[in-house]
């Protein structure tokens, strides 16, 4: 699998994953976030990107409630990688406070817009949007969309190498091996599945490489 690197800018489709914001997925999301920027060539951003998250997260769990329903998006034009986290609670509005030292709570923000480039919240009727851009030092693209069966390739590894490592708190970078690892692992989870539902995997995959071979000559 391809790793964009740094020297030229890549649009991707936004990832959006919707979860329940309670303290236990904190680290599946950090994970699958790590996962998601090593596949789109920017692992130098994992570590605040996953900072960023965390913050966003527990902002809701704090001030609308272990166990409310968001969904994460995340997005990139190139220049900058952006982080949206949609809950439904228009009313409690993140604020930007300034606690003492002695403080139990209220740097979340502070955190965020120390670690952010930009920041901000879209208020809707029922529901609100926090995000944050963290800028990736590459130049805006307006690249054609990627190819759907490659996204969706794509999303599959990125949720697979994420499931399996869903009990390890330390995830390795998704290099360029890695990702060939995660998706051989994924072939081979799908073959055992063909097995076990009585049908060939040797005759699945020939059929696999025949209709592969036929969408490229088709695609040249």
């Known amino acids: 699998m391809a790793i964009y690197q740094r020297s030229g800018c890549v649009e991707r489709r936004p990832w959006e994953v919707p979860?329940?914001?309670?303290?236990?997925?904190?680290?599946?999301?950090?994970?699958a976030m790590r996962l998601h920027l090593s596949l789109w060539g920017l692992s130098d951003l994992e570590d605040v990107a996953q900072l960023c998250v965390s913050?966003?997260?527990?902002?809701?769990?704090?001030?609308?409630?272990?166990?409310?329903?968001?969904t994460l998006v995340v997005s990139t034009n190139g220049a900058h990688l952006r982080i949206e986290?949609?809950?439904?609670?228009?009313?409690?509005m993140p604020t930007l406070l300034a606690p003492t030292s002695?403080?139990?709570?209220?740097?979340?923000?502070?955190?965020?817009?120390?670690?952010?480039?930009?920041?901000?919240?879209?208020?809707?009727?029922?529901?609100?949007?926090?995000?944050?851009?963290?800028?990736?030092?590459?130049?805006?693209?307006?690249?054609?969309?990627?190819?759907?069966?490659?996204?969706?390739?794509?999303?599959?590894?990125?949720?697979?190498?994420?499931?399996r490592n869903a009990e390890t708190e330390a995830v390795t970078p998704l290099s360029t091996a890695m990702a060939e690892k995660a998706a051989i692992d994924l072939i081979a989870d799908v073959l055992h599945w063909l097995q076990a539902r009585?049908?060939?995997?040797?005759e699945a995959l020939d059929r696999a490489q025949m209709h592969y071979e036929a969408e490229l000559e088709e695609a040249g």
Request: charged share 25%; aromatic share 2%.
């Open 85 to 92: 986290l949609n809950d439904p609670d228009a009313r409690a």
């Open 19 to 31: 979860f329940t914001a309670e303290p236990r997925v904190v680290a599946r999301v950090r994970r």
């Open 198 to 202: 009585g049908c060939d995997p040797d």
């Open 102 to 163: 002695s403080a139990e709570s209220g740097r979340g923000l502070m955190i965020l817009d120390a670690m952010a480039d930009r920041w901000g919240v879209i208020s809707r009727a029922d529901s609100k949007v926090v995000w944050c851009e963290l800028a990736t030092g590459l130049e805006a693209s307006n690249e054609h969309p990627m190819n759907p069966r490659v996204a969706q390739a794509e999303m599959s590894i990125v949720r697979h190498g994420s499931t």
């Open 55 to 70: 913050e966003l997260v527990a902002n809701v769990i704090n001030h609308v409630g272990p166990g409310t329903p968001v």
